[in-house]
Each structure stands twice: as structure tokens, then as C-alpha cells.
């Protein structure tokens, strides 16, 4: 992992190993710690057959059931954990060997420097500022706290320092604030910030810890003073972050933060953010499932941590272009990743209602067939549009390829004005920029999938005959599609006809960034849905759509199905959800969509029924 200077987000899947890091992070310090000779300025010369010992009792922090677990192996091995610290400019890489004796277990590890010069070098800088080395880094962390205790003891230096290194600074709030009487303002200070009102710590006087066994802390807020023990989760969070901080001085700090953002609330997420970024001499490992913290993230800040980067060795942050695309596509940042992350296929659609409506389309199939087919191993992914749909989807492909590896790529789209050359060509091109990931490209067998429903006439006389609930009016409702039919075929070869000026405006609105279109004219595409039979799914357009509801609702006498406006978004999202939903018979009324089950959840219908 190459972090940011100041500023780290690890996010990522659960048992990943975020907080492995942080164990890893600890361990180097317990290693570091006993290469130190007792004169704190030099370390010990170990290479060879000599080494240091560091006892297995002492590695508590640590989840370890036994000495090799150490190791991730079933049997005695070595490993290596190495930090890299840039202490004026000049880098030392302070790498650790640590191995188990191959007899005794749960005993001790030995420990060596993987190279003394870098460690006898940083020493030597150290020293030009009369710096020891056990005082020159200190690694603490805090973790997600709800409450602290009400009874809290004064505890000397040494034993405040133990707690905050091992993660349990919460047990020790109290100790930390009254020893820090000189910077109460400053701590006041911080604390009155983030939570946008003033703080006052009520500290007990330095005298009463050579008298008192437990701490007496009032916090002062709003008017009240209360034990800091009776504050909100979201204080105390905040509290135990500031009061950490404030608390040490180093040279070299490194804040291991876990989940920062569980007890507090979104409002103050942010200042939080902007405040941890004001204190210099810190560099900040945090770790966070919350996405308004990671989406105020700057760039190379956030770091996604799963299986794939574990293979590689190699933690890198996640450019600024992958992150703001995926945030702009999926909305929220971290469950998207991990969605991602799962699934084998990535769908790539023009908006979110094509992954909505495919859904309802698997989940009406598996209650007609008795089966379980699902779309775990999907992940649709919004392009927003078809506008220079080549363009995106390489962009996006590129952006997605970075992060993860082994994904096959699908793509999904309308027809919209296309032709027959224009769809097979723009499949071609679409397949060439996915690459030989891609499993397939699918375009609706319609001007748009609410359009699909419209390839048989058949299927849609039968829904309307069902939600009319009148079997006396098929014959009727059979004419009247037909007689619909008619009217806009008879209207779109007729050039001053509203129908077409208005399917023609529309063409000219898509022509401009639809790169596919630049050869063609609209007549050519009305030529094309002309021949050899008429295709009338290829021009309902939602506003056709629209139309013949009315015209069908004006015609029965009755209306379709409740709704607040007749807006055309609205009319044909609700007919093909009362389709999908109304759907009976697999052989019949899924007729529309037997090719996208079979592209997208590997469905044969025929196949099935045979």
C-alpha cells in the first residue's frame, strides 16, 4: 500500500482484511519497539543467526488462536511487514522479519531488520534533534464508542499510552482530557466546531488526583453541565477522536481510525472531515462503511480493499475518475463496490428502470416455472442515456477494469431509431470496445423495452381483456389494436401527418450525439420498419404508447389502470409493469422477452419447456 501523506479511507467488503491492516500496522510498532537498545538511540545489530525475541503472551491485540495463525499458514514460516517512513525528506524502509521456532509453540517470534542500514540510518537522523527512538512514532487508534464507563480511574502516563495503542482509549476519556489541562481551550476548541455548539470541559483540579480514585468530568453544552458519561453517542465518538489526538506528542503520528461516522450523525460527518484535515503531523488510516464520509474524500484518499488487490499484493487508491463515474452512476460509493466486487457480470444499461424492469421479468418467471433463477451474478450499471454510448462504455469499462479483475461485460439497450444494419453494426462495435470479456449486447425488440411488449399483438389483446376483466370484449379489443395499428402505420408513410413530424423532430433531437446516426436519414429508418412487414413495436414511442391507452380507455369505455397524469413516462412504465405482472404463461405472454432471460440470466424457455 503507497497511502496519501495525511489522509487514508479503506473501504471495502467485510472480512476483507481492513482491520488486518490496522493489527499489521500495530505489530510493526511492537517489532520496531523491541529492536530498540535500553539507551533509546540505537537499535540492535541483529542479521544472520542473531535475533531479537518478542514474546507470543504480548501480541494480545493481536486475533491469534495459535503462533502460525500468525502466518496465514498451516506450518512454521516467515513474514515480512514493512513501513516506510519520509521523515524531512529522506525515506528509510523499516522492514521486519518475524519467524516462530519450529519446536516450541506459543513461545515467541524472532525478529530482524530485512535491512540494519535503513534502521542504523533513521536512528542517526534522529539523533540530529536529539529524538529517541521509542518517542519518535507513535501508532494509536480509536474505535467506534457508544458510551464510556461512569466510573473512570486516574492512571499514570505510561498506562494511558498502553490503552490507546492497544484501541482502548475510550477507557481512558477522563485521563485524557484532565491530563491536558494547558490545551483544554484548543480541545474545547475542536470539539465546538464539529459539533456546531460550544463545548466547556469542567475539569477536575490537578490536586484531587493525589486524592481521588475516579474522575469527576462535567461537560458543560447548552447550558448543562452532565457527567461526560450521560453525553450522546455521537459526543463521546468525537471526544475519543479529538482527545487522542490532542493527547499525543510525536514527531511521527499515525491515527488508526476505526469507523469514525457509526455514531454520528451525517450533519456532522463533514466537519469532522474538514477538521481531521487541519491537524498537521498526523497521518490518518481510517476505516469507514459510511459513504457520505468516503464521498467527501479527496483524490488518491480512498483505498478499496478486497480479494483481487489481496492477490496482487498491491493496495492502490481508487483513481479520482473511477470514483466520481461510480458515484455518479451507482450513487452510493461503498455498497456499489461491493456489489461490484460480487458479481461476475456487469450489466451496463441506459438507466436504472431497465435493471428494475429486468428484475420483475426473472421474478414473474420464476413464479410462473417453480424456479429460482436470480441475478446475483449481475450487476447493472446506468449509462445514463445512449448519447455516445461507444464512448461511455469504454470509459467506464476502462474505469471498472482498473478496480476489478475477471468481470464479464454485458451491455443492454433501445433501439431507438435504429435500423437493422445500424443495431447489428452498433453490437458489433459495442462488443469490440468491451473486449473478449464481453458475454453479450442486447438491444430491445422495440423502440424501447416498454415498447416490447407491442411485438405481438396477441400478448397485448390479452392483458387488456384481462384488466378490463370482460372476455365478451376481446374480439373488440383485438380491432381496436388492430385499427390502432393501422392509424399510425397510415400516419408515418404520410409526411405532413403529426405522427411523423413529431417522430422526425424527435429523430433530429437524438441524430446530433448519436454518432451511430450519422449516416442516417429519418426516412431511411421508416423505409426499414416498413420492410419486409411492419414493426410496430419499432415506433411506439413512449408518447405512442400514451396514445394508445387513451385511444384504447376512450374505445372499452373503462380505464386501464389508475393513475395521477397522463404524462408518457408514467403511462408506459405502468402498462408494461401490469404486463410483466399479468403474465400467465410462459410460452405465450413471455414471448417479448425470451431473448433477454436468455442473455442476461442464461434462460432458454424453449429449451425448458421441452
Known amino acids: 500500500m503507497i497511502p496519501n501523506e495525511s489522509f487514508n479511507i479503506i473501504i471495502g467488503e467485510n472480512n476483507a482484511g481492513k482491520s488486518t491492516l490496522f493489527e499489521a500496522i500495530h505489530l510493526w510498532e511492537r517489532c520496531y519497539k523491541g529492536l530498540i537498545q535500553t539507551n533509546k538511540k540505537d537499535f540492535y545489530q541483529v542479521s544472520g543467526t542473531t535475533s531479537r525475541y518478542i514474546s507470543y503472551q504480548d501480541l494480545d491485540f493481536l486475533r491469534l488462536a495459535k503462533d502460525e495463525d500468525l502466518f496465514n499458514k498451516s506450518t512454521r514460516a516467515k513474514a515480512t511487514i514493512s513501513i516506510t517512513l519520509t521523515v524531512d525528506g529522506v525515506s528509510f524502509d523499516l ?28 536512528a542517526k537522523h ?31 502516563e505510561g498506562q494511558i499510552k498502553k490503552k490507546i495503542q492497544r484501541g482502548q482509549s475510550h477507557e481512558v476519556l477522563r485521563n485524557k482530557i484532565t491530563l491536558k489541562h494547558d490545551s483544554q481551550s484548543k480541545l474545547e476548541e475542536s470539539m465546538s466546531k464539529i459539533l456546531g455548539k460550544p463545548v466547556i470541559f469542567e475539569l477536575p483540579s490537578k490536586s484531587r488526583r493525589a486524592k481521588d480514585e475516579y474522575i469527576s468530568l462535567l461537560v458543560k453544552s447548552g447550558g448543562k453541565s452532565l457527567d461526560i458519561h450521560l453525553q450522546g453517542s455521537g459526543f463521546l465518538q468525537v471526544a475519543e477522536i479529538i482527545s487522542t489526538i490532542e493527547y499525543i506528542d510525536a514527531p511521527l503520528k499515525l491515527l488508526l481510525v476505526d469507523e469514525p ?23 490518518f488510516f481510517i ?29 492502490s487508491p481508487i483513481p479520482s475518475s473511477s470514483f ?23 450489466v451496463f444499461v441506459e438507466g436504472t428502470d431497465d435493471a428494475k424492469y429486468i428484475d420483475q421479468i426473472i421474478s414473474r418467471y420464476n ?26 462504455l469504454e470509459y467506464n469499462k476502462r474505469t471498472l477494469s482498473g478496480l476489478f479483475n475477471g468481470k464479464s461485460y454485458m451491455a443492454v439497450f433501445d433501439r431507438d431509431f435504429s435500423t437493422d444494419d445500424i443495431d447489428l453494426k452498433l453490437k458489433s462495435d459495442i462488443k469490440n470496445k468491451l473486449g473478449k470479456s464481453s458475454a453479450a449486447c442486447y438491444s ?60 422526425k423532430e424527435s429523430f433530429k433531437g437524438q441524430k446530433s450525439n448519436r454518432p451511430e446516426f450519422e449516416s442516417l436519414e429519418f426516412d431511411d429508418f421508416v423505409r426499414d420498419i416498413l420492410s419486409p412487414r411492419f414493426r410496430i413495436q419499432n415506433v411506439m414511442t413512449k408518447s ?67
Do not use: W
Not at 476505516?287 to 493496495?315: M, P, R
Not at 466520481?324 to 456487469?346: F, P, Q, R, T, Y
Not at 429460482?372 to 464512448?391: A, E, Q, V, Y
Open 95 to 122: 522492514g521486519i522479519n518475524i519467524s516462530s521456532p519450529a519446536t516450541i509453540i506459543n513461545a515467541f517470534y524472532r525478529i530482524q531488520p530485512v535491512n540494519p542500514a535503513d534502521f542504523s540510518g533513521f
Open 287 to 315: 476505516i469507514s462503511h459510511n459513504d457520505q464520509f468516503v464521498t467527501n474524500a479527496n483524490d488518491n484518499e480512498v483505498f478499496f480493499l478486497n480479494h483481487e488487490s489481496k492477490k496482487t499484493g498491491k493496495l
Open 367 to 392: 413464479t410462473i416455472s417453480g424456479n429460482n433463477k436470480t441475478l446475483d451474478h449481475c450487476h447493472f450499471f446506468p449509462l445514463r442515456g445512449k448519447d455516445n454510448i461507444l464512448k461511455k
Open 324 to 346: 466520481d463515474s461510480i458515484k455518479m452512476a451507482l450513487g452510493g460509493v461503498i455498497m456499489a463496490l461491493e456489489k461490484l466486487n460480487n458479481a461476475s457480470h456487469i
Open 544 to 610: 405512442i404508447i400514451r396514445d394508445y391507452v387513451i385511444h384504447m380507455e376512450s374505445r372499452i369505455g373503462s380505464s386501464l389502470f389508475l393513475r395521477q397524469d397522463n404524462d408518457p413516462d408514467t403511462v408506459s412504465s405502468n402498462l408494461f409493469l401490469l404486463y410483466i405482472d399479468n403474465i400467465n404463461h410462459l410460452e405465450t405472454d413471455m414471448t417479448p422477452f425470451l431473448e433477454i432471460l436468455k442473455v442476461v440470466a442464461s434462460i432458454e424457455i424453449e429449451t425448458e419447456l421441452a
Open 126 to 156: 534522529l539523533a540530529k534533534d536529539g529524538k529517541k527512538l521509542d518517542e519518535a512514532i507513535f501508532i494509536y487508534q480509536t474505535r467506534p464508542v457508544a458510551n464510556v464507563s461512569q466510573n473512570e480511574p486516574y492512571l499514570n
Open 261 to 283: 461516522d457509526s455514531h454520528i450523525h451525517c450533519k456532522l460527518q463533514k466537519n469532522l472531515i474538514d477538521h481531521l484535515r487541519e491537524i498537521e503531523d498526523n497521518q
Open 444 to 503: 430491445h425488440n422495440g423502440y424501447c423495452i416498454e415498447s416490447s411488449i407491442f411485438s405481438e399483438a396477441d400478448c397485448i389483446n390479452r392483458l387488456i381483456c384481462l384488466l378490463t376483466i370482460n372476455d365478451e370484449q376481446k374480439d373488440s379489443v383485438s380491432n381496436y389494436t388492430t385499427e390502432f395499428f393501422n392509424k399510425i402505420k397510415a400516419e408515418i408513410k404520410s409526411v405532413a401527418s403529426e405522427t411523423y413530424l413529431a417522430l
